[in-house]
């Protein structure tokens, strides 16, 4: 008879862990290992926003190709600096929901915490109304008023009409996911992901290229299927929100609107939209500036070196979010330390993976961007920003814990004055100065990206340790 060897057994629980966490088992996070919970979390939580990401570079790549490149990259680039306001809407609204969600969890009342998820979907189905006309109907001014040249907005008008007009699609898809990680079954948000972007990626060739029947629509087609694709996606988390077979206790009650629950979900949720705007906004000119300063070509490098930053980010993102989770949960359980040093335990753990995407990025730089385009003016854009902006990825992944703590506690107003101090005052007229000033162009702004994130970051950590997320109410 054979005797597995110590590394047989450390391997067979490494298996039994990640299956565990890619099952969605509900368990109790307030208690035991703290590294547990945290990979149980972060694994389907890193899968998740891997996916979310994805969506961006299916289109990119896609549209890399057609005939008018250039073009093609700049509008999806600059839609997607247009859409980082409905994703700080919906991961506003989002927080608050996690918040919310995983605090009435730790205080062991999931009919209260199904409650409150509907709630924050009555919001943001009210608040995307008016966003999805205003983006429809301003389509081409948008794209003026973000740098594009007349024919580069004419090009993309329909691109960005179908893609803004979509917004309640994509703020539900962020939402509902932030419904089940307060919950702790990041598992059902991660499938949700990989169901949607499996659907765009068989979507996107038959909608940009046509096939049989179905017309190439070239640009407009990688609108269609991205918004298909969500929509899809969307529809699988609602089946598994009303089917009763999770945690939250959902019933037709929870869906009347109520007063005290929703004032509770906006009071929390609008500084956590207005510090995600706050960045989004900065961004959005960080990119005109490039616009102004670099081109056509330098735009489209810099959205190629953008979507890079973004594919490689969320996934950290995704493992920040474990925190909010714990930290919910724990406060609503009353284990404040155990809240604490969960924080502080993600943290390290998306200090080893930004380190390593560090070294891709710089190593590797090359040959990711020319998986994007083809255009040599636009890949001497591209690869100097991918290395630049990759030096600041280490303060990036230790940030973004600390944002998720303070929200996760439902202290959303923290993360917003330092975001607000950080880009608006620090991070803009940094990237003003050395772009104009310096005239050092688009590279004065790739510059000023880790400067100003390194800083919110050290800022982040010292807020963090002072402790006064730990006294928030919900």
Known sequence: MTQSTPSQGKLSLIF??????????????TTGSIRLSVILLAIPMML????????????????GHLENSSFAIQTVGLTESVLTIIYSLAIGISMAATAVVARRIGEKDPKAAGKAGMQAILVAIAINLVITFFGVYFGTDILLLMGASPEAAAHGTPFIQIMMGSSIVITLLFLINGIFRGAGNAAIAMKSLWIANISNIILCPIFINGLGPIPAFGLTGAAIATTIGRSI???YQLFHLFNGRNMLK???SCI???KELIQNIVKIASPAVLQFVIASCSW??????????????????YQTAMRLMMFFLLPAWGMSNAAATLVGQNLGANEIQRAEDSVLQTAKYNVIYMGLVMLISLLGAELLVAFFT???????????AVRIIALGYVFYGIGMVMINAFNGAGDTWTPTKVNLIGFWFFQIPLAYFLAKTLKMGPEGVFIAIPVAETAITVASFILFKRGKWKQVKV
């Open 16 to 29: 039994s862990v990640i299956k565990k966490s890619l099952r969605g088992e509900e368990i109790d996070y």
């Open 284 to 301: 959005i000119f960080l990119a005109q500036l490039v616009a102004t300063t670099g081109g056509d070509n330098g735009s489209a490098g």
């Open 256 to 258: 009347k609107p109520n």
């Open 233 to 235: 996606g969307v529809a």
């Open 374 to 384: 083809e255009d040599p003016e636009v890949r001497v854009y591209a690869v100097r």
């Open 48 to 63: 998740e926003m891997m996916m979310e990401s994805v969506f961006a570079l299916v289109d990119l790549y896609f549209v």
């Open 250 to 252: 959902i019933t037709l």
